[in-house]
């Protein structure tokens, strides 16, 4: 950068056009970011900025193995049943006192996702409180919103805690290849060497949670109902669904006879259709353009005066108890459940007639909560959003088996028939086993967390089809697929160029200063278009303004792995998508209690590095 500077090359345009092009598809989503990312690494082929030797060096990465195997694990603890202990723990230990039991979840929900994914930690602790707050009567929105926060910033206590973090690494081999003559090869971190940072923001998101943060919720969720300990009454409070299951049959004069389930349900004051029996066969979850006879009997729900409305209305004999479908409305196989839509979901942007929920899954949708609207009318022709808050009907194995596609994230606590109590300890011993060898080396990181996530299969944890079913595989082709564009703008100069600009454009400015703008502007491509995203535009950046102003490029680089986990306000952050439903949370909510958090983040991430370096 000495004399007249870099010269910008067709090279540098070309992927400062890709750049670009891949911050507008992310903040416009007119195209799923899971497939902007691919597009984006087969543009860099077809354009030669990258060799075909690197092109897809990012699927074998340590990072992207990394994910693989955090996300096994996880699953692996879940169906040991790990975190329902961790609800009786977490009561038993607050004595029933709210801020202890804050103080209890919040950080040992913390101190879990710095081992595994946050989505998984978060998928993970939502029935946890969910089950907390049905048994202590204290509202789920004073839960989940700093569960959700200190789950991201418990990311940072280790280097597989985030996808920030775990690209990280790989984004420092890629830079090392690039440096100038003289300057010295950045070391890749160990498993904890961003431990002190991750612990200062940890403790301190604790006590902001603690002490501050319930000050500033609003009043319509500090005084919230909490989570009825009957499933029953919650969704009557909640969504309006009262009443209950009855059985009535179609008579010959009916005018149901010839209809399809849909058309029954269009009709005014009809009860909801949960389940159907025609001639021997009887099912939960009647499809859509399921034909109504002569005979047919109908599982209802609703109140007693509305089904017996409708039957007289409509010709239909209502039986005194349920004869056919009793063991399909048995509490202990099947029910009413929520469950949340992440960002990536296949249902986000498609109505419920479009995915034909009842006859793939099973499942019968009977609301959407979204914001502090509730939605059950019309509720098939709704299309569905990243963060919504589904209401299903079910059996609960369809309900656990579904949840497997990552589609949704149950909320309500279900029985889980396939849950595997007595594999407990062979779980716990095989992630505490994997993560301890991890410490020794972070070259040998992916090996020890796959050698944990293997031998969960081979004891039986997981079998091998779970083990596959809980990899997410968009956010790894994400990931996988946008290493390359860090290579990219190492390779061609385009970062030392955009730091030259800059650095000419803010002129001699403290190193703080600089380390200020990194962290802000880090953050800011956080919310707008992934953490990821952000971690593999901003490091090069980053590395490249260290040596410009003599600062510390290892320093530098991890103040971009801290600072992309800084988002506590947009559906970017699946940890925050994913508690906005059942939470009942607004946009300025989040932005009410997230803003002093995000300052505090800047603040301590700022500070510890710059004591640590």
């Keep these: 950068m000495d004399g007249g500077g870099l010269l910008f090359t067709t090279d540098m345009l070309l992927v400062l056009s890709l750049l670009l092009f891949t911050v507008v598809m992310f903040v416009g989503e007119w195209i799923r970011a899971d497939i902007v990312a691919p597009l984006v690494l087969v543009l860099l082929g077809l354009l030669g900025l990258v060799p075909n030797d690197e092109l897809f060096a990012g699927f074998s990465s340590n990072a992207v193995l990394a994910v693989i195997a955090t996300m096994i694990m996880g699953a692996g603890l879940e169906r040991a ?49 969910s089950r907390i707050s049905a048994r202590t009567g204290l509202p789920i929105a004073k839960l989940l919103l700093p569960i ?53 923001l940890l403790a301190s998101g604790v006590a902001y949670y603690t002490f501050l943060a319930p000050r500033l919720l609003p009043e319509r969720l500090r005084t919230a109902a909490a989570t009825p300990a009957r499933t029953e009454s919650y969704f009557e409070q909640a969504y309006g669904l009262t009443g209950e299951v009855h059985e009535v049959v179609v008579t010959a004069e009916s005018p149901l006879v010839g209809m399809s389930v849909v058309e029954a349900e269009q009709l005014h004051g009809a009860p909801l259709i949960l389940a159907i029996r025609v001639g021997s066969e009887s099912r939960l979850a009647p499809p859509a353009d399921q034909m109504i006879w002569v005979g047919t009997a109908l599982g209802v729900l609703g109140p007693r005066e509305q089904v017996q409305r409708f039957a ?37 942007g498609k109505k419920q007639s479009e995915l034909r929920l009842r006859k793939r899954l099973g499942l019968s949708m009977l609301a959407i909560s979204r914001g502090d609207a509730v939605i059950t009318r019309d509720v098939r022709e709704e299309p569905i959003r990243a963060g919504d808050c589904l209401v299903f009907h079910g059996f609960w194995r369809d309900l656990a088996h579904a949840a497997e596609n990552h589609d949704f994230v149950l909320v309500t606590d279900i029985p889980k028939q396939e849950a595997r109590p007595h594999k407990l300890w062979h ?74 600009e800059l650095l000419r454009g803010i002129g001699a400015w403290p190193a703080l200063g600089v ?7 880090t953050g800011f491509f956080a919310m707008v278009m992934s953490n990821v995203g952000a971690t ?6 980053a590395i490249n303004a260290a040596l410009a102003t003599g600062g510390h490029p290892a320093a530098y680089a991890l103040l971009v792995g801290v600072a992309a986990s800084n988002n506590y306000f947009t559906v970017t952050n699946p940890a925050i998508a994913m508690i906005l439903g059942p939470g009942g949370y607004r946009q300025s909510d989040l932005l009410r209690v997230g803003a002093p958090l995000a300052l505090l983040h800047v603040l301590v991430t700022i500070a510890v590095i710059n004591l640590l370096f």
Excluded at 160 to 174: E, F, K
Excluded at 474 to 493: D, H, N, R
């Design 81 to 129: 049943g790990v975190m329902a202990h961790a609800a009786q723990f977490i009561i038993r230990l607050s004595g029933g006192i709210e801020r202890r039991l804050g103080m209890l979840i919040t950080a040992i929900s913390g101190g879990v996702s710095g081992f595994i994914q946050n989505p998984v930690a978060v998928a993970l602790f939502l029935p946890v409180a």
């Design 427 to 500: 779980a716990l011993a095989l992630f505490v086993l994997a993560i301890g060898f991890a410490l020794y080396s972070a070259d040998r990181l992916p090996v020890m967390l796959f050698a944990g996530a293997v031998g969960m299969m081979l004891v039986g944890v997981l079998s091998v089809e779970e083990a596959y079913g809980a990899v997410n595989w968009k956010t790894v082709f994400m990931l996988a697929s946008l290493i390359p564009l860090s290579y990219a703008l190492e390779t061609t100069g385009a970062a030392a160029w955009l730091v030259q």
């Design 536 to 541: 593999v535009l901003m490091v090069p950046l």
């Design 148 to 200: 959700a926060g200190c789950i991201t910033l418990g990311g940072t206590l280790t280097m597989v805690g985030s996808s920030p973090l775990i690209v990280l690494n790989d984004l420092i081999t890629s830079a090392n290849r690039n440096l100038p003559s003289g300057a010295a090869a950045l070391s890749p971190f160990a498993m904890f060497a961003v431990l002190p940072v991750g612990l200062a």
């Design 515 to 521: 380390q200020l703008l990194i962290v802000l502007l």
């Design 312 to 348: 007289e209305n409509n010709v239909l004999t209502p039986r005194p108890r349920l004869r056919e479908f009793a063991d399909f409305f048995n509490p202990a196989r099947a029910g009413i459940a929520e469950a949340v839509v992440p960002p990536g979901s296949r249902f986000i």
